[in-house]
């Protein structure tokens, strides 16, 4: 199982550092290249650029919870989330290839309506 995780690309785990303005201040994010991807995945999946989802992210989480201490982090997590999401929503629509198991609950979409204008 290690080999599987050992031999993944380092370019996957190189970090790279963007820069974003979350509502007129610029914001520098450094989250490892992979993450990068996933979050412009999400992004697509949501007809918004990853800066317009970023911001997004940060509104609601901010609006949630008042205070973004661990902003990057947050990211990571969130990047982890949604791809569990998506395996189980596939293990769900072919259960019989996947897990035994199948979760009941439907995936949601990442952003509010509202969020999208």
Sequence with gaps: MCKYFVMADPIQYEQRTRTIRIHGVLTSIRLENMVWDIL???????????NQLIVTFHDEILAHRGEVP???????ITCMRF?????????????????????KNPPRPLLSVAAKS
Aim: no cysteine.
């Design 70 to 76: 661990n902003f990057a982090s947050f990211l990571r």
């Design 40 to 50: 412009a995945e999400m992004a697509e999946e949501e007809s918004v650029t990853t």
């Design 83 to 103: 791809l569990r999401r998506k395996l189980t929503a596939a293990e769900r629509d072919r259960p019989d290839e996947w897990a035994p198991e199948v979760v």
